[in-house]
């Protein structure tokens, strides 16, 4: 099952970080990123958060589940949303711990690969 836009929508708006948070459509999902860092996943309209030890430092205790088949565990996050400040802190700690995004290669013009 697919994320409805309506719940990306309620995502973006708790969070509340403007600019700052952006998000991508993928295979009927949804990536959140902080200043380009993937931080979150929108699948199956609940908010899995990327594991870090940014839940630990603010006593948070949330269920454990791959988002889609295949994927390693993430943190459940469903029941933050509802708090708009503790969502963002625990965002906000999240990107801070992910590594940098790596640059974009330039794409290879059609002359110069043959």
Not at 47 to 64: C, E, G, I, N, R
């Amino acid at each position: 099952m697919a994320t409805d836009q309506d719940f990306v929508n309620y995502v973006m708006e708790q969070v509340a970080l403007g600019d700052r948070l952006t998000q991508k459509k993928m295979f009927g999902e949804y990536a959140f990123y902080v200043d380009e860092k993937v931080v979150a996943f929108a699948c199956d309209n609940s908010f899995f958060v990327k594991p870090s030890t940014a839940a630990t430092k603010l006593l948070l205790k949330l269920p454990l589940r791959p988002p889609y088949p295949g994927a390693k565990d993430y943190l459940v996050a469903d029941e933050l949303l509802d708090d708009s400040d503790l969502i963002r802190q625990f965002i906000l700690e999240t990107a801070a711990l992910m590594p940098a995004a790596k640059p974009k290669k330039p794409a290879l013009s059609r002359k110069a690969s043959k």
